[in-house]
């Protein structure tokens, strides 16, 4: 019921920065938390952001140290701007949509997320 479609990875020089976007289609209704997680070859997933996009939202972004998430309401697109970035941030990130912990609050677990992008890779070198 939901389609994500990750786009803006690649491969940046530490201390660089990357815009990640995640298009988001279908019946979002249900789905009012948007979030980033990004996994390593060997590691498990880790959750990086996550943001209410839901119904009486008074915040779009969210500043969580060098990395800001963000949502287009507009243009459905949620976005994570990553600022002076590590090679321990060397990932595929993939962007996940799910229900509300509570209102106006989302989790920021990957089994609280049953949508799922296929991923986008970021590699960072030093």
């Known amino acids: 019921q939901v389609r994500l479609v990750e786009s803006g990875g690649g491969s940046v020089q530490a201390g660089g920065s990357l815009r990640l976007s995640c298009k988001a289609s279908?019946?979002?209704?249900?789905?009012?938390?948007m979030a980033w997680f990004r996994q390593a070859p060997g590691q498990e997933r880790e959750g990086v952001s996550r943001?209410?996009?839901?119904?009486?939202?008074s915040a779009t972004d969210s500043v969580e140290g060098r990395f800001t998430i963000s949502w287009d309401n507009a243009n459905s697109t949620l976005f994570l701007q990553m600022n002076n970035m590590k090679p321990e941030d060397s990932a595929m990130y993939y962007c996940?949509?799910?229900?509300?912990?509570?209102?106006?609050?989302?989790?920021?677990?990957?089994?609280?997320?049953?949508?799922w992008g296929l991923g986008t890779q970021v590699t960072v070198s030093s």
């Open positions: 996940a949509a799910g229900p509300a912990a509570t209102i106006g609050r989302c989790a920021l677990v990957a089994v609280r997320y049953p949508d």
């Open positions: 279908g019946y979002l209704a249900n789905r009012p938390c």
């Open positions: 943001l209410w996009t839901g119904p009486s939202t």
